[in-house]
């Protein structure tokens, strides 16, 4: 079957940067994908990395070692609104069909 | 453009009855698909439809289903509810450009309470 792994929780400080980590265990592998999550809201999509290597979208960023199978975001300039959840999410073939898994999420909390 | 949405918001039902949770895509997106979330197991996914299909489908019992219509929208229903189905149900749409892309867009759930 699929598993991800995932820290359960960060802490850091406006203004640093922090890197959450997500390894992987699947097969069929097709490309790893990041998710945001406030307290009440819904999942937002942040990246997708299909191919190995760095992938920058504003303070965010995702990174992918297929041999590893492994990957990270990473956030820059941390904002208190940054502080919510962070699920990695894999999308694998099974049998013929193509299964999203979604690690349990890492909460990120932000101090000033 | 409307985002997803999801009806009814919050939901309290009874043991051993059932509950159907709409939801509307965003236009354009063929692709639904339902996921249940809980603080014990995080989000799981349900399953999948496209083009009025169940394309794929997650590890729950037959007392979950759904459907899609020809406008895209779709339903899941639970029957005979347990306790432990109590959880946010989330919708997602996407354009399924890219089968190993999870980007989709969620919508902001319904909440279903089993008491």
């Known amino acids: 079957g699929q598993s991800l792994e995932q820290p359960s929780e960060v802490t850091a400080v406006e203004g640093a940067i922090v890197q959450i980590n997500c390894t992987y265990q699947?097969?069929?592998?097709?490309?790893l994908s990041w998710y945001q999550q406030h307290d009440g809201g819904a999942p937002t999509f942040l990246s997708y990395n299909a191919l190995d290597g760095l992938e920058e979208t504003g303070r965010f960023s995702s990174f992918l070692s297929r041999s590893d199978s492994y990957g990270y975001l990473l956030l820059q300039e941390l904002q208190m609104k940054d502080s919510a959840s962070y699920f990695c999410a894999v999308r694998s073939s099974s049998g013929g069909s193509y299964i999203p898994t979604f690690g349990r999420g890492t909460s990120l909390i932000v101090h000033p | 453009k409307a985002g997803v949405t999801q009806t009814p918001r919050y939901l309290i039902k009874t043991r051993g009855q059932q509950v159907t949770l709409s939801c509307s895509p965003i236009?354009?997106?063929?692709?639904v698909s339902w996921y249940q979330q809980t603080p014990g197991q995080g989000l799981q996914f349900l399953f999948e439809?496209?083009?009025?299909?169940?394309?794929n489908k997650g590890n729950f019992p037959g007392r979950f289903s759904g459907r899609q219509f020809s406008n895209s929208r779709s339903e899941m229903n639970v029957s005979t509810l347990e306790l432990g189905d109590s959880a946010l149900y989330l919708c997602a749409s996407s354009l399924d450009r890219d089968r190993g892309n999870t980007e989709a867009f969620f919508g902001q759930g319904t909440r279903l309470t089993v008491v």
């Open positions: 699947t097969s069929g592998f097709y490309g």
């Open positions: 236009s354009g997106h063929r692709s």
């Open positions: 439809y496209f083009s009025e299909t169940q394309r």
